[in-house]
């Protein structure tokens, strides 16, 4: 039942991967003339809104899993529009699919070589830096997302950030990102589960069943905080907390791979 620390990395971090994917597609105008880049250059209107269309098209392939019409789609309009920062940067996503590390790290830095500021670019090389043990480039990059004014959402790249730190097995400096993105935004149920799961993890109990506890208060539950509680609670051999839990899991997410999960451990304890 426990989410493994190698799974709350994928977990945590996937929606980010693909959530800046999408925020990507945005094109942006003008472009910088390679030869000169102090200089812009025009692209023609027809070239620059095909590349955009086969931009969106490719990442909706990708998103699906279907990479051999993504990356035809990624292909064209990189040719339409060798010079935007955004189709090199689903180009980035794409290769890291593809398994081409290499490539893929060559794409996500020409990208941010052209727009620096990017909070999605950079959040994306960030996923990709963690994915790959570079923990600590990683983590800076998270942190400059998280910094970034352009950025909505900072309490994410916090979150993020101590789930990289937590899969290279560094909890206490993991703990202190979870407390960031949780002063950033106290409602971020993934950052209080998070910091919950690193607690239990440490049996530390009382906090762990605490920070979940006060969430609830004002907030809606989720799937994985109510699975977390309910083993929580187990562990404190409370049974009546247990049951309380379970019992919300099972009628507000029926359907939830937590329930399935709660439900397959009753069958087969332990």
């Not at 790249?157 to 960031?180: I, K, M, P, S, W």
């Not at 609830?216 to 562990?235: E, F, G, H, K, M």
């Amino acid at each position: 039942m426990r989410r493994a620390a190698g799974a709350g990395l994928v977990g945590a971090l996937a929606v980010a991967l693909i959530c800046g994917a999408l925020s990507a597609c945005a094109s942006k105008k003008p472009t910088v003339n390679s030869m000169n880049p102090n200089r812009t250059r025009s692209v023609p209107v027809d070239e620059t809104a095909a590349a955009k269309v086969n931009l969106q098209l490719g990442v909706g392939y990708l998103q699906e899993g279907n990479l051999a019409i993504a990356k035809e789609k990624l292909d064209r309009a990189m040719k339409q529009d060798p010079h935007n920062a955004d189709i090199h940067g689903a180009m980035g996503l794409l290769y890291e699919r593809l398994g081409k590390v290499k490539e893929a790290d060559k794409e996500f830095r020409t990208a941010l070589d052209m727009t620096p500021r990017n909070p999605s670019l950079i959040n994306n090389y960030a996923v990709y830096l963690c994915s790959h043990d570079r923990t600590d480039q990683g983590v800076r990059y998270f942190e400059q997302a998280a910094t970034n004014p352009l950025y909505p959402t900072p309490w994410a790249a916090y979150t993020n950030a101590g789930v990289c730190l937590r899969g290279a097995h560094r909890d206490a400096e993991a703990a202190q990102r979870f407390a960031r993105a949780l002063q950033s935004n106290p409602a971020y149920a993934e950052a209080v589960f998070q910091a919950s799961d690193l607690d239990f993890s440490q049996h530390k109990y009382a906090d762990a069943r605490l920070l979940i506890e006060l969430f609830l208060v004002n907030d809606p539950a989720t799937p994985d905080l109510l699975l977390l509680a309910y083993r929580i609670a187990q562990a404190q051999n409370d049974a009546d907390g247990s049951a309380r839990f379970a019992a919300r899991l099972t009628k507000e997410f029926p359907n939830s791979d937590q329930a399935h999960a709660l439900a397959a451990s009753r069958v087969n304890p332990g």
